[in-house]
């Protein structure tokens, strides 16, 4: 991937805003572990360098350690990290202090502590990919636990990834699988993006977008060797992967990777903390079943061929009995409601329109055989989610961010 070649792409972009990343270097290859440290010293990174990783991933990237040897390198090395919480964000920043630079060995969640750390300090920050299980590589967001809440931080994009082929091949079938599944999100994320820019005028970018769509095309031709040991594939799943978080750094927002269905795997996954022994499953995973949920409501709403709209009808003391932990951030994130930004009308006369972003969505029996092919899970009990949690998210998940989405829409819409 060329990230100047990008950037020149999206000059003078029709939407009018400037596109910028802080992404400066992918290096994606076989057998590039070994150039890690020469990568790096090619990118301006200083001599005194923090490295995080788990001990699965810092097993995975076997070499990494020899390929450092020219740098005075300190090691936090954590458990298997599924967590990315704020108490291990402020530590990392204290142990990062007196550092050069930062290089986050692994995917997820610890890729998420390094972002936010990272950028709260200053300090430059390198990723080497282990696996291609999610789309935050290049993302300049950070979605970090707080107490059994989690919230999206604006933290900064790395200034490199790097990324050696041999070990994303080898990488286990079910991380490559959440990849996809995390990748068919977009789907709904892109929908919403449309619906909202529609009926509240917020900003939207179609060239962003497309990124984002073509990004999910060469993940679709994937399907059928998504979870094989081909070095080609895993590059092709990772660099779709760096696209939609390149699109978050340049439109500043998650809206060309996430919606509606990124905001309810959220919402299990804070419900699943607050009991005594959750039942943790993969942000892609739990990403592709909210998908298959979304879409099915959206196509059963989308049969109304017309709609009304109605004073919001939210009960809101429902609403803080079900986030009672999180009851003070539900009210900052609510107050007001995003529905406040949706002029009178606006939901009416564009209800054609509406309709029509969702039947561009795939049917769900057809995403249900891509998923069967690329080993996804497919229910809400595979990923830990009993029928009440699934039944109070999909009702409550839309309370959890200030974002306007059909889901959003229901509490002020009378469906004809």
Known sequence: MNISQLLKEFENCPCGREHLTALEDVVI????????????????????????ADENTIRAAEGIEAALAGYDCRYMILPDYRLPTMDKVR???????????????????????CRLASARQGKPLAIFATAPSMDGF????????????????????????????????ASPAYLKSAGYGDM???????????????????????????????AVRRVVALTDGITACDEKAAAALLEALLLTGVGMSFTGNSRPASGTEHILSHYWECKKLERPAPVLAFHGDEVA???????????????????????????????????????????????????????????????????GEVAKLPDVEDLLKLYRKAGCKTTA???????????????????????????????MLELC
């Open 29 to 52: 290859g076989s057998g590039v572990t070994s150039a890690v440290g020469e990568i790096l010293k090619k990118n301006r990174f200083g001599k005194k360098l923090y490295v995080v």
């Open 91 to 113: 530590e990392l920043e204290k142990e990062i202090a007196d550092f050069d630079g930062v290089l986050s060995v692994g995917t997820g969640s610890v890729n998420d502590i």
């Open 138 to 169: 290049a993302s300049a967001g950070a979605p970090i636990i707080d107490g059994c809440f989690k919230l999206t931080y604006q933290a900064a994009s790395p200034r490199v990834v790097i990324a050696d082929t041999r070990i994303l091949a």
């Open 184 to 214: 068919m999100g977009k789907y709904v994320g892109l929908a919403d993006w449309r619906i909202s820019a529609a009926v509240s005028g917020e900003y939207y970018c179609e060239a962003v977008a497309e990124l984002t769509r073509e």
């Open 289 to 355: 079943v909210a998908t298959l949920e979304i879409i099915r409501l959206y196509k059963e709403f989308a049969l109304a061929e017309s709609v009304r709209e109605v004073p919001e009808r939210t009960d809101w003391d429902e609403v803080y009995r079900v986030y009672a932990a999180q009851r003070d951030e539900i009210r900052e994130l609510n107050t007001p409601s995003p529905l406040t930004e949706i002029k009178s009308g606006a939901v009416e006369s564009n209800w054609d329109y509406i309709r």
């Open 381 to 411: 009990d595979e990923v830990g989610v009993d029928g009440r949690m699934r039944e109070e998210g999909i009702k409550f998940h839309p309370y959890m961010r200030h974002r306007i989405s059909l889901m959003r829409l229901m509490p």
